[in-house]
């Protein structure tokens, strides 16, 4: 939430700095700004909406050349409504400090009342705005800016990444980390730093991540980097796996329709390199055997979609691991008093490694003790450095909001996890060979989903004008139904809900009247018949059926006022299949509804605040 961007080095300028909060916009996209310093003078601008070129460039055209080092910030509004006075970066009462900040300072309250007391004057209704203030107290007793710098945050009670810049020392940006994620970007004759490494690929590939209670001074020719205490630490230099093209659309109108495109890769980069098929299990490198096969129970814990996968990964190690598994969002994993054992194995599935409330679980999990892996698509988030151990999803950047290609990268994963876990727990080497067959075969029954793009578009249409809808589904049908519904509401703003198909009897068949959509999951082998009963009491009381089913199956299509054939696969991997044409309808009715696909009203792609 709330996208950072910082450069220090001579050539800088307003387009380098929109330029790199365009890359982060997926983080927050309510309003932004940016500061450019040059000698004893900040140069500022805060605008409301979509980051534009605008008149960034006239306006700040009297400092190309002189200026030094800039900071620029999309925002998620937290504090405060999305206008300008409220946008970053925020400033001091001389207007000389500016600092840009992605997180939430809990204890702004009583500092804004002490600073007000002092005769600071706020401008703006975010919690940022202390922190100015507060560098320009310290300013006036501390040796140094870097000092007052330090000394401000010891007083801030929250989470934060901030970056900041001073008139009084124009070619530097000072940075901190506690509890939401700054890399560094080191590059020729210039420093970077942003809140992921989006926007840093176009610069350089050498990255520094920082750790909470971290801090940098960042100047054109290197960097320093210290504790929160001012004492050094040194950090390694990591390279950044992607290149430009990998976070630009590449020819598409959306990120989100690339992304669902992908999914033939992205699938087959989950699981390629883990298959052993000799011993009919997997291979996952970044979790030790040891730890697998002592686990008793596992405990997932996520967040939105990654919650779905987790759920669909709770069927999966309970049926070929035989594991007992629970499955807890990550904002209830604190509070839940949740009962970890010796041999409790939590994991965190999260795409961008950085979501707050599964980040606070984990380091609930790890304080009680638990063993902790993460299942995380991006390398060196958060996450997955906390957990320590885990398994990458590698799915390539993900920026469209609504995640597509993580949720099938995550169930991919999951099935190997269960695959392997059961091996090491009685699942025979036929089962195993069964499964890892089943999942090689999924990349190319993705790309047949994908030709079907047309058809899919077309039933859309017929449905964009609807505004409520009802997705059913059983068993590993069901997490997907919640998914399909996410899918839906977030990016065209219906109202849609996720249904265990047998629940609709005890309570949910109320909302079934004439023409009602019902999307009704029924591909799995093994329940088909019981959704052939559902199809039939909808259809009694004529709900509209769009079915997802497998090929061949015209006996449930005849009931359907519309039909999506998947191929046939294993039911424990239906979902990954099965998602693709959901996530296809959500796109094209959004795109009907003339929805902003990539960027949905009120929402961000990267979860940071709790
Ligand atoms: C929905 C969506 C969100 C995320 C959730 C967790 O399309 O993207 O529900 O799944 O915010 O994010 P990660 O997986 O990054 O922890």
């Known amino acids: 939430m709330c996208g950072i961007f910082g450069y220090a080095g001579p050539d800088v300028n307003p387009e380098i700095l929109i330029e790199g909060i365009k890359r982060l916009e997926y983080r927050g996209y309510d309003s932004w700004g940016l500061c450019v310093a040059s000698k004893d003078r900040l140069s500022l601008l805060r605008r409301v909406g979509r980051i534009g070129g605008v008149d960034a460039t006239a306006l ?147 990255v520094i991540y920082l750790d909470d209670g971290e801090a940098a001074i960042l100047h054109g020719d290197g960097f320093e980097t210290r504790t929160l205490e001012g004492a050094p630490v040194s950090k390694r230099v990591q390279q950044i796996a992607f290149s430009l093209p990998d976070i630009e659309r590449g020819g598409f109108p959306h990120f989100m329709l690339k992304e669902i495109s992908e999914q033939p890769e992205s699938i087959h980069n989950a699981f390629r390199g883990r298959i052993v098929r000799a011993e009919g299990t997997a291979k996952l490198g970044g979790v030790d055997l040891a730890l697998l096969r002592k686990a008793k129970r596992c405990h997932i814990v996520a967040c939105g979609t990654s919650w779905n996968a987790g759920m669909i990964g709770k069927y999966l190690l309970e049926n070929l691991a035989r594991i007992p598994t629970q499955v807890t969002f990550g904002a209830e994993f604190r509070y839940s008093h949740p009962v970890i054992e010796p041999d409790t194995l939590v994991i965190a599935i999260s795409q961008s490694g950085e979501t707050a409330d599964t980040l606070a679980g984990i380091r609930e999990a790890k304080l009680q003790g638990a063993e902790t892996i993460g299942i995380c698509n991006v390398v060196g988030s958060t996450i997955a450095r906390e957990c320590g151990k885990g398994i990458y999803i590698h799915a390539g950047p993900e920026i469209g ?210």
């Open 60 to 206: 700040m055209l009297g400092q190309k050349g002189a200026a030094q080092a800039g900071i620029a910030h999309t925002r998620w509004a937290t504090h405060g409504a999305p206008t300008e006075g409220n946008a970053h970066p925020q400033v001091d009462c001389s207007g000389r400090i500016a600092v840009i900040h992605n997180g939430i300072i809990e204890n702004q309250a009583a500092l804004r009342s002490t600073l007000e007391s002092k005769g600071h004057r706020f401008s703006s209704e975010t919690d940022t705005e202390v922190i100015p203030h507060l560098i320009e107290e310290f300013l006036a007793t501390e040796p140094d800016f870097s000092a007052a710098f330090l000394a401000a945050l010891k007083l801030l009670v929250g989470a934060y990444g901030i970056a900041a810049v001073w008139a009084g020392e124009p070619d530097c940006v000072h940075v901190a980390r506690l509890g939401s994620p700054i890399v560094l970007g080191v590059g020729k004759n210039r420093t970077l730093v942003a809140s992921d490494p989006a926007p840093l690929v176009a610069h350089t590939r050498d």
């Open 401 to 610: 909001v609504a995640s597509t290609k993580a949720f099938t990268s995550q169930l991919v994963v999951l099935s190997l996890l269960a695959v392997h876990m059961g091996r090491m727990r009685g699942l025979s080497l036929r089962a195993g060979l069964l499964y890892l067959d089943a999942l090689e075969k999924l990349p190319d029954q993705a790309r047949q989903l994908l030709d079907k793009k047309d058809g899919i578009a077309a039933i859309a249409h017929r449905y964009a004008g609807f505004n409520n809808f009802l997705y059913v589904g059983r068993l590993y049908e069901y997490p997907t139904a919640l998914e399909g519904a996410l899918k839906l509401k977030e990016i065209s703003y219906i109202h849609a809900e996720g249904v265990q198909a047998a629940e609709m009897k005890h309570g949910p068949f109320a909302l079934i009247e004439p023409g009602v959509p019902v999307v009704l999951l029924a591909a799995q082998a093994e329940i088909r018949d019981k959704m052939m009963g559902n199809a039939h009491e909808i259809a009694a009381r004529q709900g509209r059926i769009i079915a997802v089913a497998q090929e061949g199956d015209e006996e449930i299509a005849k009931l359907a006022a519309d039909v999506i054939f998947i191929p046939k696969t294993l039911d424990p991997l239906v979902p990954i299949l099965e998602v693709i044409p959901l996530q296809l309808f959500a796109y094209y009715v959004a795109v009907a509804r003339g929805c902003d696909v990539d960027k949905p009203r009120n929402l961000a792609k990267s979860v940071t605040v709790e």
